[in-house]
């Protein structure tokens, strides 16, 4: 059975820091591109960023380009995504989700159930 | 960047047929999937490459694309499809990912 569990989320300040994690399990972790997808509320789903199999391409969305970073721990079976400067507008649930391919982004076949990010003073 | 547009919202009886247009430039040329989401809920592919119905999904699910248009169509709606659901494509131009703005499902 696949599983993806997120954490990493809570309340952070304007301009601060968080890092996400989410630990995988039930499928070939190595052979599968990776994705962070988010909603904000009262907002849709809004694509954040990719990485490829084997963590060597990275794929962000314009609007956090520059301030998050995604990587992969394919030893530990872990996604992670570092998200820096964060705004209000950040604040969203973050789902990783599984994507059906190795490199570039098709579709996220698994999700988890995602970890909330608050950004506030 | 690329867009894909969805009305915000459907309303439909229950046992009638709900259809979800995503408006897309030339959206036929690309690949389009679709998601559900159900308030509380992590979201859920119920069609990818415009038309494959992943296992567990309904029959009643089903979706094409051509020209300007992808649609997501649930026949014999009941009240367990009120859900949000999103396209998506993978804009090759800009390596972006892009969902449709969504459209809420609401059964009568």
């Known amino acids: 059975e696949v599983q993806l569990v997120e954490s990493g989320g809570g309340l952070v300040q304007p301009g601060g820091s968080l890092r996400l994690s989410c630990a995988a399990s039930?499928?070939?972790?190595?052979?599968?591109?990776l994705n962070w997808v988010r909603r904000a509320p009262g907002k849709g789903l809004e694509w954040v960023s990719t990485?490829?199999?084997?963590?060597?391409?990275?794929y962000y969305a314009a609007s956090v380009r520059g301030r998050f970073t995604v990587s992969r721990d394919n030893s530990m079976n872990t996604l992670y995504l570092q998200m820096n400067s964060l705004r209000a507008e950040d604040t969203a649930i973050y789902y990783c989700a599984k994507d059906w391919g190795t490199r570039t982004p098709n579709y996220s076949d698994y999700w988890g159930q995602g970890t909330q990010v608050t950004v506030s003073s | 960047s690329y867009v894909l547009t969805q009305p915000p919202s459907v309303s439909v009886a229950p046992g009638k047929t709900a259809v979800i247009p995503c408006g897309g430039d030339?959206?036929?040329?690309?690949?389009v999937h679709w998601y559900q989401q159900r308030p509380g809920q992590a979201p859920v592919v119920v069609m990818y490459y415009d038309t494959d119905r992943p296992s567990g999904v309904p029959e009643r699910f089903s979706g094409s694309n051509s020209g300007n248009t992808a649609t997501l169509t649930i026949s014999r709606v009941e009240a367990g499809d009120e859900a949000d659901y999103f396209c998506?494509?993978?804009?090759?131009?800009?390596?972006?990912?892009?969902f449709g703005g969504g459209t809420k499902v609401t059964v009568l």
């Open positions: 030339n959206i036929g040329r690309k690949s």
């Open positions: 998506q494509v993978w804009d090759s131009v800009s390596d972006e990912v892009v």
């Open positions: 990485v490829s199999d084997s963590g060597a391409s990275t």
């Open positions: 039930g499928f070939a972790f190595s052979r599968s591109a």
